[in-house]
């Protein structure tokens, strides 16, 4: 059991280690860009409390990343590798240790976007616009175009809506623009709770409604990915233990974990971009299949 507590502690310090370094180098070039709109009315300490209350947000990004390159590179430890030897002899395999030692990292993750962060950064944001911008208090109208067939159109805005035709007719509606009331249309997705985008998915607006829908979906999956990520490395270190150190565990976690995001972020715009299913995100289930077969083949 001490041996179990032991690898989990020093699991979770490598992860906290790992997100503490990120952190503080995330928020020194977020700061150090802060400063270049410092003027009368936005002080320098108005940019450093601005850079403290949007980190967290921002910490949301890269989270998993750190506990991808955290939980590798604890095994550059001699006592560490010891102590998980032996409780892998004792009957814990990889993945249940994978689970184990995620668990808290996916929770906390999922908390953050529903909890505290969300309004945290609205009130930093408008904070932050009310110093630096003139405009700051007036919030920008968003309007969506919508096809009702394949001759009329409607334009929807919070004010109003308006229909037209292809043969010129115009005609005046409220029925729609009085659907924006209960919408998020002025904040940037990724900045929504869980239950607001849950609200936004149900929205009569198409493109609005399936941004949502797959905003969703990418933040309960994408943990899939990371736990794979992990294995895979994992596995090579427990294959190939001589050619073991920190630069091709730190070169393997940051670039396959970069990688990763970028792949997600191309799903993510080209389901939008081109009215693509949402459950295209999802993608994440695959590399799980993906993982047991390099295992079969590759690993032991």
């Known amino acids: 059991m001490k041996a179990y507590k032991y690898i989990f502690k020093k699991s979770m310090l490598s992860f906290l280690g790992a997100l503490l370094i990120i952190s503080a180098i995330d928020f020194s070039f977020n700061f150090f860009a802060e400063i270049d709109n410092i003027n009368e009315n936005y002080s320098l300490l108005d940019a450093l409390f601005y850079s403290v209350a949007t980190e967290p947000y921002r910490m949301r990004s890269f989270i998993y990343l750190a506990a991808v390159v955290g939980f590798l590179a604890i095994f550059v430890d001699a006592s560490f590798l010891r102590a998980f030897n032996t409780v892998r002899q004792a009957g814990l395999n990889k993945i249940k240790y994978t689970l184990i030692i995620f668990l808290p990292v996916i929770l906390l993750s999922l908390a953050s976007h529903e909890y505290v962060i969300p309004e945290l950064t609205k009130k930093a944001e408008d904070f ?30 919070e004010q109003l809506a308006i ?49 949502s829908k797959t905003e969703l979906l990418r933040r309960g999956l994408n943990f899939l990915s990371y736990l794979v990520i992990f294995l895979i490395g994992l596995e090579i270190l427990m294959s190939f233990t001589k050619a073991l150190n920190v630069n091709r565990i730190l070169i393997y976690g940051f670039g396959a974990c970069l990688i990763y995001q970028f792949v997600e ?24 299949l993906m993982y047991f077969l390099l295992r079969k083949r590759l690993f032991f």
Do not use: H, T
């Open 128 to 157: 932050r616009k009310s110093k630096v911008s003139s405009s700051g208090s007036e919030q920008p109208v968003i309007i969506e175009i919508e096809k009702i067939d394949d001759s009329n159109f409607v334009i929807v805005s």
């Open 163 to 211: 229909s037209f035709s292809d043969e010129g007719s115009l005609e005046l509606k409220d029925k729609y623009s009085g659907a924006f009331s209960e919408l998020n249309y002025n904040r940037n997705v990724k900045q929504l709770s869980f239950s607001q985008l849950i609200q936004n998915s149900a929205s009569s607006f198409e493109k609005f409604s399936l941004v």
């Open 265 to 288: 972020s191309v799903f993510a715009d080209s389901i939008s971009v081109f009215m693509l299913p949402y459950y295209l995100q999802a993608f994440p289930i695959l590399l799980i």
